[in-house]
């Protein structure tokens, strides 16, 4: 019985502890965010703005996410904006065309060619050489689509006309021959089945 009361006791305790510890968290959680977000803070010094910088949730950003100088921005709509686009994409002013403005929300991203990485240079010395860009330079809109090991516009040997003559002249021999081979059926000479046994004479039923 002593035993059973010490297991009951252990348990309110653990449960107890449990309970405080997460009202404690959530209390300090409420207390730096009401912190970090005084008007006060400017008059502290500088470590102390530091450490409520990094204990806010609320300034901290994953590393992996994109800048907002990164971002698409609203339509250029004027020479100056234009200007100013291509100047935060790494670009020259003649070689920036934006996306047409027809509600789908391309901003002022650029509209770069349709080619694949495959058409790159591959002993051209990239940054970064698995994907064949340099750092800072702007991506396609739909750059998964033109990697490597996706679409591939690189120029074909032979140009598409000739390939398509080539392709649709053979099918329509092709055709023709069928058709003259209905037309004029052709068949192999074709002798009796022999069999021994005087042509198996009893076994085929001839008495």
């Known amino acids: 019985r002593r035993s059973s009361d010490l297991l009951v006791r252990t348990r309110c305790a653990c449960?107890?502890?449990?309970?405080?510890?997460?009202?404690?968290?959530?209390?300090?959680?409420?207390?730096?965010?009401?912190?970090a977000r005084q008007p006060a803070?400017?008059?502290?010094?500088?470590r102390s703005q530091a450490a409520v910088g990094l204990l806010s949730p609320s300034g901290a950003r994953g590393a992996s996410g994109?800048?907002?100088d990164m971002?698409?921005?609203?339509?250029?709509?004027?020479?100056?904006?234009?200007?100013?686009a291509a100047k935060k994409y790494n670009m020259r002013v003649e070689d920036y065309e934006p996306y047409p403005d027809d509600g789908m929300g391309y901003g002022d991203y650029p509209k770069l060619p349709d080619k694949s990485q495959h058409e790159r240079d591959p002993f051209y010395s990239w940054d970064h050489p698995d994907l064949r860009?340099?750092?800072?330079?702007?991506?396609?809109?739909?750059?998964?689509?033109?990697?490597r090991n996706r679409v591939d516009t690189s120029p074909t040997p032979v140009p598409w006309n000739t390939m398509s003559k080539q392709l649709f002249g053979f099918i329509a021999f092709m055709l023709f021959m069928f058709w003259v081979g209905e037309q004029f059926?052709?068949?192999?000479?074709?002798?009796p089945k022999q069999y021994p046994y005087n042509n198996l004479y009893l076994e085929i039923g001839r008495a």
């Open 185 to 191: 059926p052709s068949y192999q000479p074709v002798a």
């Open 66 to 68: 994109t800048s907002k």
């Open 41 to 46: 803070m400017a008059s502290l010094g500088t």
């Open 133 to 147: 860009r340099n750092w800072g330079e702007p991506m396609h809109w739909q750059f998964d689509m033109y990697i």
């Open 15 to 35: 449960v107890l502890e449990a309970i405080f510890g997460a009202t404690m968290a959530a209390t300090g959680f409420r207390w730096l965010r009401a912190v």
């Open 71 to 84: 971002l698409p921005g609203p339509y250029p709509k004027t020479p100056e904006e234009r200007a100013a």
